[in-house]
C-alpha cells in the first residue's frame, strides 16, 4: 500500500511545484477581447483503455481557467490475452481469466494555466498545463462465456452461456464470449478519486473555435481492489498515461 501513496505524494508535490511558477503573470492581452466561456469534448485513448471526455470551462483572465470535467472510459487489466478455442466450430475470442468488464466515470474540478502565449491564430500553439481532482466511480460487469458441455439426454454435446468461473470453467471448456449486453443487471460499483497532470495544446486557427490535443497521467485510487481478472492479481490504484482530442467553442 505505501507504494500507492509515493504515487500519490509525487503526483500532487508536482502540482505545488509547478504551480507558483507561473502564477504571478500578468494579463498582458490588450485590447483583445477575453472570452469567457467554453465547452469542448472528445475522445480519449490511454494505455489500458479509452473513451470520451468532456469540459464546462470558464476563464478568469488569459492566463487563467477553471473547468468542470466528465470522463467515461473502459479500463483492463494488463495481464489481459485474447484466445480462440480453434476446438470448436464458429468460436469468437475470449480472455481466459477475465471475471468483470470495468468502466470508469471521473467528475472534477480542474484548472488550466498558460504557459506558452502564441496561439495558432497568431503562427504558434497555446500551451498550457492542466491538473484536476475528483470522483472516480468503477463500474464491473460480469463476464458471460458459452460453455460447451457434455448433454446425457442426447448422448453429445450442448453449449450454455455461463458467467465466468475459474474453478468450474477450464480454458478448453469455452467456446467463445458471450454477448456484450448480458450482465448489466448484475453490475457493482466502487467509488474513489482521481488526480489528472498533463499539457493541453490548442490547435485551433479562430479564437471562438476549441480544436486542442492533451497529454498527461491520471491516478485512480480505490479503497478495494477492482475485481477484473479471476486468476491474476488485482489492483485498487491504476496510473495511466492518456491522450485525448477536444473540439468545442468559445463564447461571452
Known sequence: MYRYWRHIYIFFAFILIINPIFAQQEDTSG?????????????LLHIDGFGVTARN????????????????????HPKEVKTINSFYPNTKSFIYGKKNSVFIVRGGLGRLKLLNREP??????EVRLIYSVGASLAFTKPVYVYIIQDDPSTFGISRKLEKFDSEKHGIWDIQGRGPFTKGFNELGFFPGAFGKLG????????????????????????????PIMDVEQNKQLFLSFYVSFYFGTRYN
Open 31 to 43: 485590447a483583445e477581447e477575453l472570452l469567457r466561456h467554453e465547452w469542448g469534448a472528445g475522445g
Open 57 to 76: 470551462i470558464r476563464s478568469i483572465n488569459y492566463y487563467n481557467k477553471w473547468f468542470y470535467e466528465l470522463d467515461i472510459i473502459t479500463m483492463k
Open 120 to 125: 495558432l491564430w497568431e503562427s504558434g500553439v
Open 199 to 226: 499539457f493541453n495544446f490548442e490547435i485551433a486557427s479562430e479564437r471562438q473555435k476549441v480544436r486542442a490535443l492533451e497529454a498527461g497521467a491520471v491516478i485512480d485510487l480505490y479503497p478495494k481492489k477492482i
